[in-house]
């Protein structure tokens, strides 16, 4: 019996040091923060970068310059995952194949709808009243509502800590170039503090560099996507859309 009993006594301490541990990683993952920080760049060329770290030893970075992409995850200094494209012609090779697949199965959607209507035109009649209903709902608005200030919510969440730029703007007459400049010293109050902004008088187009840094939580995105389904008419509405949808 004592045996039974210490073998029950030591499956249930693995079992809350199992419990313990995840419960640790998680609260870090939720806790730890990610820091990211961004440039862009256009001169002759574009150059964009965004790094991403996480508790010092999980960094990300994504680079694009000239026409090349190159897309690394490193932990603790080592290379795990390596995406590099040696020029633009494999990214857009790639676009256009799953342009073109995308493109037969809307094809193929269009077709049978089309079918469905000459058949059935009555069902058609059916869909687009319930959607028109679906619409109107005042449920419908609330979830939108909700929406927007979930979207808020998260640039505020991503809102970076230092932001600066420096750009320069050319119109294609050089008094077009003055006005734009005259217009945007209204703005400076608001501004001033990020960068600078000056005109181009030579040449029309926009150069310049935006960079930015900060870091984030996860907790808080967790925290927004709770506040967004908790809300009563949010979750009839979606539950609404899924039995439409189900009975369609």
């Known amino acids: 019996m004592s045996i039974l009993w210490l073998i029950i006594k030591v499956t249930l301490l693995v079992l809350l ?21 961004c440039i862009f760049e256009k001169y002759d060329d574009a150059y964009f970068r965004l790094r991403v770290s996480f508790l010092s030893f999980i960094k990300a970075s994504w680079v694009f310059e000239n026409g090349k992409q190159d897309t690394r995850i490193k932990v603790l200094g ?15 090779k790639e676009a256009v194949e799953n342009t073109t697949d995308n493109a037969k199965v809307v094809s ?14 009555k069902s ?24 927007l200030v979930a979207v808020k919510r998260i640039l505020r969440w991503l809102k970076p800590s230092k932001l600066s730029f420096e750009l320069a703007i050319g119109r294609e007459d050089p008094a077009d170039t003055g ?31 935006i960079y930015a840094k900060g870091r984030f939580y996860l907790v808080t995105l967790v925290k927004i996507v709770i506040l967004f389904i908790i809300k009563k008419e949010t979750r009839d509405y979606i539950h609404l859309l899924l039995k439409t949808r189900k009975g369609a």
Not at 127 to 136: A, G, I, Q, T, Y
Not at 187 to 201: A, C, D, Q, T
């Open 17 to 37: 040091g199992i419990f313990l541990a995840l419960a640790f990683i998680l609260l870090v993952v939720l806790l730890a923060p990610i820091k990211y920080d």
């Open 78 to 92: 080592k290379v795990v995952y390596r995406y590099h494209t040696d020029d633009f012609e494999e990214v857009a």
């Open 108 to 121: 193929k959607e269009v077709v049978e709808e089309e079918s469905d209507e000459r058949g059935e035109s």
């Open 124 to 147: 058609g009649t059916t869909k687009w009243r319930v959607m028109k209903d679906l619409l109107l709902d005042e449920r419908f608005f609330a979830l939108i509502k909700d929406i």
């Open 179 to 209: 006005e734009l400049i005259a217009g945007l010293t209204l703005l400076y109050p608001w501004y001033y503090r990020y960068g600078v902004v000056e005109g181009s008088y030579d040449e029309e187009g926009v150069w310049g560099n």
